[in-house]
Each structure stands twice: as structure tokens, then as C-alpha cells.
């Protein structure tokens, strides 16, 4: 199930090519403290976004403390509207702004649940000059530089074989964070190929 989870996230936030190269890593550990996070209320809206001619709609709502749940619905061709939920909280770290998610699912009608393993996504909102409408951009993190820090001991986790390459890092957060923070971003990140604006 978790790994479903994954794999429909590549399938919404990634593009194709990416997608065909690997999953997203998945961590132990998030980036910081949930219970110390500070909350970003630019993120709390509604965003529409065109990926390769189809629109789809991210919706961001406060959650308890500083996380948000953001539900993302996309055509999915004949089967018609797709679905996906995650629970998330910010991180800042040396000015750059990161997402901590977990992917979340509705069981039964007043019970969720979620991943036990999170997802690292760097983010910005911005307001190009002269636009009057916010642009929630996004980076996906690549699995390349992570398999190397593990092989190269700077992070613990490992690389599963009998699951298309899926990296898992189990490293401390304060591990975590120091990798991210003096990672080549470039490499790290991937810059997801649109950006989505504010609707209200």
C-alpha cells in the first residue's frame, strides 16, 4: 500500500521521464521537528495547475499545529478523476523552504491513515512581478545523490533490490538536515516542470 502511495505521487507531482527513472526516497525522518514546526499560511488555498494539457486541482488546508493536509484531484484519462491525499508540515532551512509528507487516506468515513515513511519536497511561493496571483513552485527530490550518500556511509538506509531501486534513508533528522542543507541542490532537486497558481 505504501508503495502505492509513492508511485501515485510520481504519477501527479513528477514528470514522465522522471517518473521511469526512479521513486522518490523515502525517510525514517522527517527534515525537523513537527512539534516545534512553524506554519506557512501561504500555502493554505487552492491551486490549479496544467500537466502535459490536463488540469488538476491542489487544495491546501490547515491541519492541528503547523501540518496541512493537501489533496490533489487530475484527470486520469477513461478512469476519470484521480485521487491523492498527503499530511505535511514546513520546514525552513539557510532561507529555502522544504515539505515534510506523508501520503494520507480516508478509511471509512471519519478514520485516516497515515505513512509511516515521509517524502521531502522543496517548495516555493512567489508573486511574479507584475502578476497579481501567487505560484506555488515545486522540487522533487532525485534518488541518485541519496543512494550515493548511503554507499558512501554520510546517510544510513538502503536500496531495495526487488522493488525497482526503492531508497529508503533511516538517518536521524539532525542527519537528514545537514545533508539536505549542504547537498548540491541542483542535483538533489528536480524542479517539477509546472507551476501551480493560486486560484483563491
Same mark, same amino acid.
Given at each position: 500500500? *505504501? *508503495?502505492?502511495?509513492?508511485?501515485?505521487?510520481? #504519477?501527479?507531482?513528477?514528470?514522465?521521464?522522471?517518473?521511469?527513472?526512479? =521513486? $522518490? $526516497?523515502?525517510?525514517?525522518? $522527517?527534515?525537523?521537528?513537527? /512539534?516545534?514546526?512553524?506554519?506557512? $499560511?501561504?500555502?493554505?488555498?487552492?491551486?490549479? &495547475?496544467?500537466?502535459?494539457?490536463?488540469?488538476?486541482?491542489?487544495?491546501?488546508?490547515?491541519?492541528? @499545529?503547523?501540518?496541512?493536509?493537501?489533496? %490533489?484531484?487530475?484527470?486520469?484519462?477513461?478512469?476519470?478523476?484521480?485521487?491523492?491525499?498527503?499530511?505535511?508540515?514546513?520546514?525552513?532551512? =539557510?532561507?529555502?523552504?522544504?515539505?515534510?509528507? #506523508? @501520503?494520507?487516506?480516508?478509511? @471509512?468515513? =471519519?478514520?485516516? +491513515?497515515?505513512?509511516? +515513511?515521509?517524502?521531502?519536497?522543496?517548495? +516555493?511561493?512567489?508573486?511574479? *512581478?507584475?502578476?497579481?496571483?501567487?505560484?506555488?513552485?515545486?522540487?522533487?527530490? /532525485?534518488?541518485?545523490?541519496?543512494?550515493?550518500?548511503?554507499?558512501?556511509?554520510?546517510? #544510513?538506509?538502503?536500496? +531495495?533490490?526487488?522493488?525497482?531501486?526503492?531508497?529508503? &534513508?533511516?538517518?536521524?533528522?539532525?542527519?537528514? !538536515?545537514?545533508?539536505?542543507?549542504?547537498?548540491? =541542490? !541542483?542535483?538533489?532537486? *528536480?524542479?517539477?516542470?509546472?507551476? %501551480?497558481?493560486? /486560484?483563491?
Amino acid at each position: 500500500m *505504501r *508503495r502505492n502511495i509513492v508511485v501515485a505521487v510520481a #504519477r501527479v507531482i513528477v514528470p514522465c521521464l522522471m517518473l521511469l527513472a526512479c =521513486d $522518490p $526516497p523515502k525517510f525514517s525522518n $522527517p527534515l525537523s521537528n513537527p /512539534q516545534t514546526a512553524k506554519a506557512d $499560511p501561504r500555502l493554505v488555498g487552492i491551486w490549479n &495547475v496544467v500537466i502535459d494539457g490536463k488540469h488538476g486541482t491542489l487544495t491546501v488546508v490547515p491541519n492541528a @499545529g503547523a501540518t496541512v493536509d493537501l489533496v %490533489f484531484v487530475a484527470g486520469d484519462g477513461e478512469k476519470g478523476a484521480f485521487v491523492i491525499g498527503f499530511n505535511a508540515f514546513p520546514t525552513a532551512l =539557510d532561507g529555502k523552504t522544504y515539505l515534510n509528507m #506523508r @501520503g494520507k487516506r480516508w478509511v @471509512g468515513s =471519519d478514520k485516516t +491513515e497515515l505513512d509511516k +515513511e515521509w517524502l521531502i519536497v522543496r517548495y +516555493e511561493v512567489t508573486r511574479p *512581478r507584475g502578476d497579481t496571483t501567487d505560484t506555488l513552485a515545486l522540487w522533487i527530490m /532525485q534518488d541518485d545523490e541519496i543512494k550515493a550518500a548511503i554507499a558512501a556511509g554520510r546517510l #544510513r538506509g538502503k536500496v +531495495e533490490t526487488k522493488m525497482a531501486g526503492d531508497v529508503h &534513508v533511516t538517518s536521524d533528522t539532525s542527519v537528514v !538536515a545537514n545533508f539536505v542543507k549542504n547537498a548540491n =541542490d !541542483a542535483k538533489l532537486f *528536480r524542479k517539477y516542470g509546472g507551476s %501551480f497558481r493560486r /486560484q483563491r
